[in-house]
Nanobody
């Protein structure tokens, strides 16, 4: 059983910072891609930032220069450092990972339960 557990959401004023964490646990052989998506009320889920195996890091244009996505491989953990937050960053943020549970199996996509980020004065 694989779980992605997010933490670090909350309420922050415009211009402030937050750091989200996502830890993958369970039977994990290898993690290929890991990243963050978000979904605002009435909108579709969208990519925020992701580390793509063999390619590098993708950022949504709206967060470039403000967000970074550090990763701690030994802990199977990815972070989302969010700076200069804006009200339009308000959303539920979801962790996403493509990983193998056993050698030789096809990577499967997993999602966390989501954490709320609210940017408001």
């Amino acid at each position: 059983q694989v779980q992605l557990v997010e933490s670090g959401g909350g309420l922050v004023q415009p211009g402030g910072s937050l750091r989200l964490s996502c830890a993958a646990s369970g039977s994990i052989f290898s993690i290929y891609n890991m990243g963050w998506y978000r979904q605002a009320p009435g909108k579709q889920r969208e990519l925020v930032a992701a580390i793509i195996s063999g390619e590098g890091i993708n950022y949504a244009d709206s967060v470039k220069g403000r967000f970074t996505i550090p990763r701690h491989n030994a802990k199977n953990t990815v972070y989302l450092q969010m700076n200069s937050l804006k009200p339009e960053d308000t959303a539920v943020y979801f962790c996403n990972a493509d990983l193998q549970t056993t050698i030789g199996t096809i990577p499967f996509e997993y999602w966390g339960q989501g954490t709320q980020v609210t940017v408001s004065s």
